[in-house]
């Protein structure tokens, strides 16, 4: 009798505790971001918001401070991973952290390795530094986003609230690390 | 015709007249509020001189990236240069300067934050500014998902708070410019 009360108490309660985990703005980011293809590896979703699923909310391990995607223009115009490229992100504490990009393009900093990062931030992909400040999210991919319909430029995604996919832009002076894991 | 039905229609009708009635006129009114200067905000000398960065300009920096204010998802929206668009133009972030629309609708959703209380800080010249929900949340005295943005006495604070004083363009833009500066 009483083993049947608290399976019932339990029952009810679970709803209720899977409802106060519910936040719409970020299930929605992932609900539109599609389902998963194939197994999820460090270089699954090129260019997605990587932390909305790799934070507190999301819940994917390993959880990230900084993460995001970088493109090469291929000879006809078309965006590549740009594999190898040394991402440096600095901190508003002199904190700095490098990380290397694999065969995806993709790169993150992990949370665990970043505890106390300090918004806003900086960063540089190869030689090329951002023109503005990252203000409170570690997802490259929330402002630098894909291309989708609102895109003024289809191919690397700029618009009225993008400035498109990161490209590295490599030169010859371009420092090479070794990704491609 | 039925008199249930009628009965009805006339107990609609009635309540509809009421309904009018209740808003009358005050339902079209408009309410005009005051904010400060708006030349010291935009940097757009009143008497026709060039353009100068100003709080408009500082602001787009620290408090519009796409992240914060210059999302779609957030109040106080802030469009610029390196932010978001004018979803009216063709531009794109990081493409063409920010345009004098762009800093007007900027003046319009700060100065919209509180209308009642910017308008009372317009008239007291800036005695009230620092109970302003804007000016709070710079200094991180209340919660800010964005954190201190500015420190009181810095470049940053200055410029903000001498905007919102009543200061004339020529005092409150260097300290715009000096913050400006270390982004």
Redesign the interface.
């Known amino acids: 009798m009483r083993a049947t009360a608290l399976a019932i108490a339990l029952a009810a309660a679970l709803p209720l505790s899977v409802g106060c985990r519910y936040d719409p703005?970020p299930q929605k980011i992932i609900d539109d971001l599609g389902p998963e293809v194939g197994t999820p590896s460090a270089t699954h979703r090129p260019g997605e918001p990587c932390l909305v699923c790799h934070d507190n909310y999301g819940g994917a391990t390993p959880a990230f401070a900084v993460a995001g995607t970088v493109f090469d223009r291929a000879m006809d115009g078309s965006l590549v991973p740009s594999v190898g490229i040394n991402v440096i992100v600095s901190d508003s504490a002199s904190g700095l952290r490098k990380a290397c990009t694999n065969a995806a393009g993709n790169f993150f900093v992990k949370r665990d390795d970043w505890v106390d990062i300090t918004?806003?931030l900086n960063a540089q992909a190869d030689n090329r530094g951002m023109?503005?400040?990252?203000?409170?999210?570690g997802s490259c991919g929330?402002?630098h986003k894909l291309p989708d319909r609102t895109s003024?430029?289809p191919i690397t995604g700029?618009?009225?609230?993008?400035?498109?996919v990161i490209i590295a832009g490599r030169t010859a002076a371009s420092s090479a690390c070794p990704g491609g894991m | 015709m039925n008199p249930r039905f009628a009965i009805v229609a006339v107990l609609l009708a009635a309540i509809a007249s009421l309904a009018s009635g209740c808003l009358g006129a005050d339902a079209t009114a408009t309410q005009t509020f005051k904010c400060p200067s708006r030349a010291s905000f935009t940097g757009e000398s009143p008497d026709g001189g060039a353009d100068v960065l100003a709080v408009s300009a500082f602001m787009e920096r620290r408090c519009g990236t796409l992240d914060c204010h210059g999302s779609t998802l957030r109040p106080m929206r802030l469009l610029g240069k390196f932010g978001l668009r004018d979803p009216a133009s063709k531009n794109i972030t990081g493409g063409a300067p920010t345009t004098h629309e762009e800093i007007d609708q900027n003046y319009s959703a700060v100065c919209n934050v509180e209308p009642e209380q910017m308008d009372k800080a317009a008239a007291d010249f800036g005695q009230s500014a620092e109970k302003l929900l804007i000016l709070q949340k710079a200094r991180g005295v209340e919660g800010h998902k964005g954190g201190t943005i500015v420190a009181q006495g810095t470049p940053g604070d200055d410029c903000l708070l001498g905007w919102l004083r009543g200061d004339k363009l020529a005092d409150v833009a260097p300290h715009c410019q000096a913050a400006l500066g270390g982004l």
């Open positions: 703005v918004f806003p023109s503005s400040l990252i203000g409170r999210d929330s402002c003024e430029d700029a618009g009225h609230g993008s400035p498109g």
